[in-house]
T-cell receptor, first 112, second 112 residues
Framework: DAGITQSPRYKITETGRQVTLMCHQT?????MFWYRQDLGHGLRLIYY???????DKGEVPDGYVVSRSKTENFPLTLESATRSQTSVYFC???????????FGQGTRLTVV | QKEVEQDPGPLSVPEGAIVSLNCTYS??????FMWYRQYSRKGPELLMY????GNKEDGRFTAQVDKSSKYISLFIRDSQPSDSATYLCAMSGGGATNKLIFGTGTLLAVQP
């Protein structure tokens, strides 16, 4: 099916572990984004990518790593998870610089 | 100071009321303005998209942008209980400021 999918939908991990959240889109959109959503903060941009092999930091990049070797995939890695990274993570993609973004269904991550 | 400010609400209105949702912003480079609707435990979905100043209407929804005041609005006419959701404004500059920045969202409840 066309669209943008995130996996896993739910994840519980322990402090200090490495975790990778996956994002896949089938539209061949150039732009992809990772946001985290927390109560009182709304959606905050972690990293974004304008094309394969081009990534840039957003508002809250510390503790996260991204890569984009293929246009359709944009994984987000938490190198050493902390409790403050407990959040709902959304991946999004956009067709052009106008940045009308379309979102995945989210990954609810809990770090214990 | 955040680049985009949005009253978090919650906002409660009776069915059939006109709803006004607003955002202010500080970055004069923003040119593209969007409104997203997010139901509980779902990803945001694009509701309205506007380029530069002016109005745009789509059914019961009207988006207004006033760049001179750095102020955008979303009006919902004849509100329905199904409109109950969080509404997020978002904006981007395109070009060198290709980041999509969101407000914190306003929680709307339409009472039957």
């Amino acid at each position: 099916d066309a669209g943008i999918t995130q996996s896993p939908r739910y994840k519980i991990t322990e402090t200090g572990r490495q975790v990778t959240l996956m994002c896949h889109q089938t539209w061949s959109h150039s732009y992809m984004f990772w946001y985290r959503q927390d109560l009182g903060h709304g959606l905050r941009l972690i990293y974004y990518s304008a094309a394969a092999d081009i990534t840039d930091k957003g508002e809250v990049p510390d503790g996260y790593v991204v890569s984009r070797s293929k246009t359709e995939n944009f994984p987000l890695t938490l190198e050493s998870a902390t409790r403050s990274q407990t959040s709902v993570y959304f991946c999004a993609s956009s067709e052009s610089f106008t940045l009308r973004a379309f979102f995945g269904q989210g990954t609810r991550l809990t770090v214990v | 100071q955040k680049e985009v400010e949005q009253d978090p609400g919650p906002l409660s209105v009776p069915e059939g009321a006109i709803v006004s949702l607003n955002c202010t912003y500080s970055n004069s480079a923003f040119q593209y303005f969007m409104w997203y609707r997010q139901y509980s435990r779902k990803g945001p979905e694009l509701l309205m998209y506007t380029y530069s100043s002016g109005n745009k209407e789509d059914g019961r929804f009207t988006a207004q942008v006033d760049k001179s005041s750095k102020y955008i609005s979303l009006f919902i006419r004849d509100s329905q209980p199904s409109d109950s959701a969080t509404y997020l404004c978002a904006m981007s500059g395109g070009g060198a400021t290709n980041k999509l920045i969101f407000g914190t969202g306003t929680l709307l409840a339409v009472q039957p």
